[in-house]
């Protein structure tokens, strides 16, 4: 350093720097703050290095330091959001950004990067306006435009998003991560030759994109080419062993072809996420210790797999129970369990927890082993003998329950659910009664009950065991794969299930009944969105009950 300056330093500093060359840089920012400790460009590049190396925290503080001198860089309060962002700060990223943005007004890389932190806070429109406004400053920005094209996606203008990232690429081709996004969009089109093809193009720019394989297995799923689906999943983890989605999108898939072993060991890589509590029952005796477990995703699982409490308590848990509101009449009393708590509830002190969806896992599961005595779940008496009362009118002819869309907040709905109007056919069968257990009128057009023939008291339904007390009464229940499916499944009601041509993992493949449900019979799609040709099915199967 002697025969040097400091300046001569910090541009050899930043060459070794930029060079890759981390080790030789850090020796020489930090010779630097020896001779000089409050130099602010030293401080930061340290800062910066700090942050590519993953040393996040230390990053913010020299960072800080820097702005402390002299905060009027740009560049300084840039990259200081750049590390709380990395770090989930994303408001106090958000807030960095925008002062880089008031010092340098034309910062595109503070655009983008403040586009990106506003899409992750949720604040979709407004990250939609950042990212346009700098694209009048600085139109032929490819990461502002791929950054507009996710931003556009997560709204649900899936089209715009298309053109913002075939824009970026047209800028720049060599683009690996707007080929993957492109990929994205375009599977949400219903386009998987197409989004593979750009999935292919992104590995050829970086063949060990670990992101990119897990969606490339993805868009393999859905034109049901399961097993390059799954060698692709495996890829993905092997590239990166840390990619929890590459594991449980794999365990689905094994789940799916009926790999229970290591389907539900990969599975369980869901709980493998920053910020949650890792179950740690792992099926060892119990003696009468408290164990809490709590309902993890939809009401469907919960009431598929609430089969397991007897098991629980066979290891001698002393069970509580934590489920969503809407369960909790028709669950209240189910056996074998202590306690029943709502998830709006504070957890009582346990010894041990337990996620439902693990309970398989722990239990050792397989194909053979699936505890499949039904019912194990009941209408409430009262309410069933009222129910009784109301189908009098009705006790002469075949009831049919029916449910033709899931909540549309799921991903998958869009091609679990179906258009009411695919169901028409149904109503030309002579002897039948339709009842709507469809819950929501917002998931209804205008008229379509009485245009349908179909008998409409869902507006009763305050939660499941309303449900659950019609459905008691019921001879068939005609679902799409959404909870009603599993209630009147776990009930021990005949229940045919309407699937997708490729179907959640719990139903298998190539089988027309399910090994969790004896009542239940389903009914694929032959081809990828083909309704019609399961309702053929689902009416030349009417026939022969009535």
């Not at 439902?356 to 896992?361: D, E, G, H, I, V």
């Not at 449910?403 to 659910?417: I, L, P």
């Not at 969790?516 to 099915?537: C, H, S």
Request: aromatic content about 8%; hydrophobic content about 40%; charged content about 20%.
């Amino acid at each position: 350093m002697s025969q040097i300056t400091i300046p001569q330093a910090i541009e050899l500093a930043v060459n070794h720097h930029q060079a890759g060359r981390l080790h030789e840089a850090e020796i020489i920012y930090r010779q630097i703050l020896a001779q000089e400790p409050t130099h602010p460009d030293a401080l930061h590049l340290l800062g910066v290095l700090a942050m590519q190396v993953g040393q996040h925290e230390p990053a913010m503080g020299l960072i800080r330091q820097a702005i402390a001198i002299n905060g009027s860089v740009a560049d300084y309060h840039c990259n200081l959001g750049y590390a709380l962002a990395a770090v989930g700060q994303t408001r106090a990223a958000i807030e960095s950004y925008r002062r880089a943005l008031a010092i340098r007004p034309n910062f595109a890389q503070a655009s983008n990067n403040l586009g990106n932190a506003l899409r992750g806070a949720g604040e979709l429109d407004e990250s939609i306006a950042v990212l346009r406004q700098s694209l009048k400053v600085q139109s032929d920005n490819p990461e502002a435009l791929n950054s507009l094209g996710c931003s556009l996606r997560a709204s649900g203008r899936t089209d715009e998003s298309i053109a913002a990232f075939e824009k970026a690429l047209s800028l720049r081709p060599q683009y690996a991560e707007a080929h993957n996004n492109l990929g994205n969009a375009l599977r949400e089109k219903d386009q998987p030759e197409p989004a593979i093809e750009h999935f292919r193009q992104a590995l050829a720019i970086r063949p060990e994109f670990s992101e990119v394989l897990n969606n490339l297995a993805g868009a393999l799923e859905e034109q049901g080419k399961f097993e390059p689906a799954i060698e692709t999943y495996r890829q993905a983890a092997r590239v990166n062993p840390e990619l929890v989605t590459a594991h449980v999108n794999l365990g689905i898939a094994l789940l799916r072809q009926g790999n229970f072993g290591e389907g539900w060991r990969e599975y369980a890589w869901r709980w493998h996420k920053p910020g949650r509590e890792q179950p740690i029952w792992d099926g060892q005796p119990l003696d009468g210790k408290r164990l809490l477990i709590y309902a993890e995703q939809g009401l469907g699982d919960s009431i598929q797999f609430i089969r397991y409490m007897p098991l629980a308590a066979e290891r001698g848990a002393r069970i509580i129970l934590q489920i969503p509101k809407e369960l909790n009449r028709l669950l209240k009393d189910i056996p074998n369990v202590a306690n029943v708590i709502l998830d709006t509830e504070t957890v009582p002190e346990v010894d041990f927890h337990c996620p439902l969806l693990n309970l398989p896992l722990v239990m050792g599961t397989s194909m053979d082993t699936i505890p499949a005595n039904v019912p194990y779940v009941k209408a409430e008496d009262e309410l069933s003998s009222r129910w009784r009362e109301r189908l009098q009118p009705f006790k002469n002819s075949f009831k049919v329950g029916l449910t033709w869309q899931g909540r549309k907040e799921y991903t998958n709905d869009r091609r679990r659910s179906l258009s009411p109007g695919v169901l028409e056919p149904l109503f030309k069968l002579a002897g039948l009664t339709f009842f709507s257990l469809q819950k929501g009128a917002q998931r209804q057009p205008q008229g379509l009950v009485q245009q349908l023939s179909m008998i409409d008291w869902s507006d009763e339904f305050h939660d499941l065991a309303d449900t659950a007390a019609l459905v008691n009464h019921l001879d068939l229940v005609i679902s799409v794969d959404t909870a009603m499916a599993h209630l009147a499944g776990a009930m021990g009601k005949r229940v045919w299930t309407l699937l997708p041509f490729v179907p959640d993992w719990r139903w298998l493949l190539d089988r027309s009944d399910s090994p969790w449900y004896p009542t239940m019979r389903l009914f694929r799609q032959p081809r990828v969105g083909d309704w019609p040709a399961v309702i053929e099915r689902v009416i030349s199967e009417l026939k022969c009950l009535i």
